[in-house]
Structure formats: C-alpha cells, structure tokens
C-alpha cells in the first residue's frame, strides 16, 4: 500500500512558476513509476508527465513540454513537478500516481494522491 500527499498549489499569475511535491510513504518507492495528471472542470483527467523508477528517464505531454520538469528523490521518498511560464490553460487539479509500470495513461497507474488546485490567472 502507497499513499501519496500533494503540496504546493496554489494561484499563481500567467508566467509565473509553481513547485509541486508528492510525499509517498512506504519503502518501495524506488519500485514506482511515478506520474502527474491533471483534471480541468469540465474535462477528462490527462498524463502531464511521468519518470522512471529510477529518475534518469522522463516523458512528458506536448502541450507542457519544456516548461514542465519531473523529477524525483528516492531517499525522500518525493516526486516533483517543477512548472514554469505557467497559462490559464494549465489551471486544473492536479495528482500523483504511482505504478509498477505507469506510463501515460492513468489506468497504468494503483495508487493516486487527494490533488492539489493549481489556479493561473491571466
């Protein structure tokens, strides 16, 4: 059993930048794909971006790719998810998961965190 806690949503302005963390607990961690999806009102959950077990692979959808960065630190037991020249476009809730073999989808995914309201005006 994981259970994973998302912190640092908040409101941010167009351009700006937010730091998301997802604390997992357990000692597999390490034994976890980790991902990020996010829900906007209205509409379907969607992969944002995911990292191998081991961090050294990342993969990330278009429509964040290089403003968005995935990271994870295997001693803390933390995933990240760095996001910068943010856009109203990117308000949504959004979630960790984990899973032995996640991938973009999230039906490859076991566990998931509560969420955490990203808001970015313009």
């Known amino acids: 059993q994981v259970q994973l806690v998302e912190s640092g949503g908040g ?3 167009a351009g ?3 730091r998301l963390s997802c604390a ?3 000692r597999t961690f390490s034994t976890y794909r980790m991902g990020w999806f996010r829900q906007a009102p209205g509409k379907e959950r969607e992969f944002v971006a995911r990292i ?8 990330y959808a278009d429509s964040v790719k ?3 960065t995935i990271s ?8 990240y998810l760095q996001m910068n020249s943010l856009k109203p476009e990117d308000t949504a809730v959004y979630y960790c998961a984990a899973g032995p073999m996640g991938d973009s989808s999230a039906r490859t995914y076991e566990y998931w965190g509560q969420g955490t ?4 005006s313009s």
């Open 11 to 13: 409101l941010v302005q």
């Open 16 to 18: 700006g930048s937010l």
């Open 24 to 26: 997992a607990s357990g």
């Open 52 to 59: 191998s077990k081991n961090g050294f692979s990342a993969y």
């Open 66 to 68: 290089g403003r968005f």
């Open 72 to 79: 994870r630190d295997n001693a803390k037991n933390t995933v």
């Open 117 to 120: 309201q990203v808001t970015v």
